[in-house]
């Protein structure tokens, strides 16, 4: 297997534009996160889905940000509209089984996004 | 708060020492996992020890729970620079439903 897909790798915008980051998790997978990692509040878990339903967004930082899970091999993540202080690093995850709490977690490689 | 805070926050040693991170936090636990991230990547699972578990290794990795005082340790055995990343703990209560990490320990090992 391939391991947790995420595109683009690296996204450059400026403020006010949509931003739309992409997620496939591990085929047969069950549970996807999608965490921000910056150097200042290190790495928040954002949202979670269980069997494609979204469980726990209550890290989404504000109304600009949403996310979708229309079936079980594909999640976005969208920022519109954009601002500076989005620059982060936004990675997906996914595991197994349905237990966020018990099961290892596989993490994509991340994309890195500057919003200028 | 489910959240673990690693510490320290960095630590350097020179490579064929040891290296022991500390993970310490404020609610009972269902488990406790360690992670790593090297540079530029995502996070990769290296351990999980359950809250009726004391201590866990895993080749060089040794990992010790001690629930009554709320914190866990991480020991890196004969390091080696590939071991140069951060390594964060994720503390799961029993409500819990997902990974909350702390801030992480940055290790650097030098050759």
């Known amino acids: 297997d391939a391991g947790v897909i995420q595109s683009p790798r690296h996204e450059v915008t400026e403020m006010g534009q949509e931003v739309t980051l992409r997620c496939k998790p591990i085929?047969?997978?069950?549970?996807l996160f999608w965490y921000r990692q910056t150097m200042m509040r290190g790495l928040e878990l954002l949202i979670y889905?269980?069997?494609?339903?979204?469980?726990?967004d209550s890290g989404m930082p504000e109304d600009r940000f949403s996310a979708k899970m229309p079936n079980a091999s594909f999640s976005t993540l969208k920022i519109q509209p954009s601002e500076p202080r989005d620059s982060a690093v936004y990675f997906c995850?996914?595991?197994?089984?349905?237990?966020?709490?018990?099961?290892?977690?596989?993490f994509g490689p991340g994309t890195r996004l500057t919003v200028l | 708060s489910q959240q673990g805070e690693e510490d320290p926050q960095a630590l350097s040693i020179q490579e064929g020492e040891n290296a022991t991170m500390n993970c310490s936090y404020k609610t009972s636990i269902n488990n406790l996992q360690w992670y790593r991230q090297n540079s530029g990547r995502g996070l990769v699972h290296l351990i999980l020890?359950?809250?009726?578990?004391r201590e866990k290794h895993s080749g060089r990795l040794r990992v010790t729970l001690d629930t009554s005082k709320k914190s866990s340790s991480l020991l890196i055995t004969a390091s080696r620079a590939a071991d140069t990343a951060s390594y964060f703990c994720a503390p799961i209560n029993q409500a819990g439903t997902a990974l909350i990490f702390g801030k992480g320990t940055t290790l650097s090992v030098s050759s």
């Open positions: 889905f269980n069997n494609n339903v979204p469980i726990d």
């Open positions: 085929s047969g997978h069950n549970s």
């Open positions: 020890i359950r809250s009726n578990e």
């Open positions: 995850a996914s595991t197994e089984g349905t237990s966020g709490r018990t099961d290892e977690q596989f």
